[in-house]
């Protein structure tokens, strides 16, 4: 089936610094690809939406000079958390949606904590 | 602006029991609804996908209804087992390739 590789994993990171995580979509082609973030015991809340090839759509509140969110092909999308805060600390989740109509893909997920 | 609800936002059961989870929203007009399962800091695994045209579907001990009209969605599972352990998320979507609104989730356990 269709898988997506979320990297890292984890990663811990001093403030001010940036850190970037990466979707791959291994055996399909993602032309749609949403970024989530969860904070604990919370419901993952949509921070935007990438199309390959064009620029991505923030939801409200979500800024987009501080999520770089980068698509620029078929099978890798990158969210870069810039100069990140210990408000940033969260779960980031990337989900894929390719040419099928049968649900979504979802990431392993990054957590990342901020010191 | 579509809101999902899930009910009950705990549970804790004896591994064997037969155990119904609720999930409603707000806004009937849904494409498809989907329920996943998350392990504690992990990604999330699709366990099943119901078109807004359809009732319900099963996998395994897995089943899940849909009445579209009420807003409702449950998934039913069957003799439960510790590897069930898990949180549950239900999640909406409006229309085809939109992102998809989920609830809190329900934390499941089951004790041997």
């Known amino acids: 089936g269709a898988v997506v590789s979320q990297h890292p994993s984890w990663v811990i990171c001093k403030s001010g610094t940036s850190v970037k995580i990466e979707c791959r979509s291994l055996?399909?082609?993602?032309?749609?690809m949403f970024w989530y973030r969860q904070f604990p015991k919370q419901s993952l809340m949509l921070m935007a939406t990438?199309?390959?090839?064009?620029?991505?759509?923030?939801e409200q509140g979500v800024e987009k000079d501080k999520f770089l969110i980068n698509h620029a092909s078929l099978t890798l999308s990158t969210l870069t958390v810039t100069s990140a805060h210990p408000e940033d600390s969260s779960f980031y989740i990337c989900?894929?949606?390719?040419?099928?109509?049968?649900?979504?893909?979802f990431g392993s997920g990054t957590r990342l904590t901020v010191v | 602006k579509q809101e999902v609800t899930q009910i009950p936002a705990a549970l804790s059961v004896p591994e064997g029991e037969n155990l119904v989870l609720n999930c409603s929203f707000t806004?009937?007009?849904?494409?498809?609804l989907q329920w996943f399962r998350q392990d504690p800091g992990k990604g999330l695994t699709s366990l099943l996908l119901?078109?807004?045209?359809?009732r319900e579907q099963t996998s395994g001990r897995l089943n899940a209804s849909l009445d579209k009209s009420s807003g409702r969605s449950t998934l039913y599972i069957a003799a439960s087992q510790p590897g069930d352990s898990a949180t549950y998320l239900c999640?909406?979507?409006?229309?085809?390739?939109?992102?998809?609104?989920f609830g809190k989730g329900t934390s499941l356990l089951v004790t041997p």
């Open positions: 989900s894929a949606r390719g040419q099928t109509e049968y649900g979504y893909t």
């Open positions: 055996d399909f082609q993602a032309t749609t």
């Open positions: 990438s199309n390959e090839g064009s620029k991505a759509t923030y």
């Open positions: 806004d009937s007009a849904i494409y498809n």
């Open positions: 119901i078109q807004s045209s359809q």
């Open positions: 999640a909406v979507t409006s229309n085809s390739g939109y992102a998809l609104n």
